[in-house]
């Protein structure tokens, strides 16, 4: 084969794995709403929950009515995500410090069950886990103002089920605890 039908062969498999990627992301987000209409982290602050029925790794079936009535913190979270992964220990701490106080904490993980699991052994966390598929997951994540996809996207929703905060990224912490104690005051 000579240097030029190599250089053809990588540019035709190239724009072919291109047009294949293409489609499969079309594929994906066919049900999706468009990113431009999609709601962003600061529209939905102030925004009631949206409904929501996820299964937790345990089997069981997570709802937004179970959480009714309780301050709530929802992690969204992947195992590949480092941030994520760092972050984690501190919100497990804060759960079960607070739990008394009427905290809940949720973590949805956007990843394979069987990777979920291993971390989890690995790390353990006090409150439960729910497990979505990526393309599911990622409607979740819009429908929640995370249209650009980024992990950790944390929410601090109130007693009332209405959103008060959104944290895009890795929190330490002392940010944790100090958006948990906003809450709580906005929680009444």
């Known amino acids: 084969m000579t240097r030029f039908q190599s250089f053809l062969l990588i540019v035709a498999v ?7 990627g293409f489609g499969v992301q079309r594929w994906l987000s066919a049900d999706d709403p ?13 925004q009631r929950l949206p409904d929501f029925s996820l299964i ?8 937004r009515q179970q959480f009714a009535g309780q301050p709530l913190i929802i992690n969204l979270w992947a ?19 607070l739990a008394p106080e009427g905290l809940s904490v949720l973590g949805i993980a956007l990843d394979q069950p069987g ?9 353990p966390v006090v409150y439960p ?19 650009q996809g980024v992990l950790p ?11 008060q905060q959104v944290k895009v990224g890795v929190m330490e912490e002392t940010e944790i605890r100090r958006r948990a104690a906003e809450l709580f005051q906005a929680s009444g």
């Open 34 to 46: 468009a990113p431009a209409t999609a709601p962003t982290p600061q529209s939905v602050v102030g």
């Open 14 to 20: 190239s724009a072919l794995a291109g047009a294949g």
């Open 56 to 63: 937790s790794l345990a089997g069981e079936t997570l709802s």
């Open 153 to 163: 996207y944390t929410l601090f929703v109130d007693a009332d089920g209405v959103i």
């Open 115 to 123: 990777r979920v699991a291993e971390f989890l052994a690995a790390t």
């Open 79 to 97: 195992t590949w995500c480092e941030p994520c992964r760092k972050e984690m220990p501190d919100l497990s701490l804060l759960a079960e410090e």
């Open 129 to 147: 886990i729910a497990i979505t598929e990526t393309a599911e997951g990622m409607r979740l994540a819009r429908d929640l103002g995370n249209r």
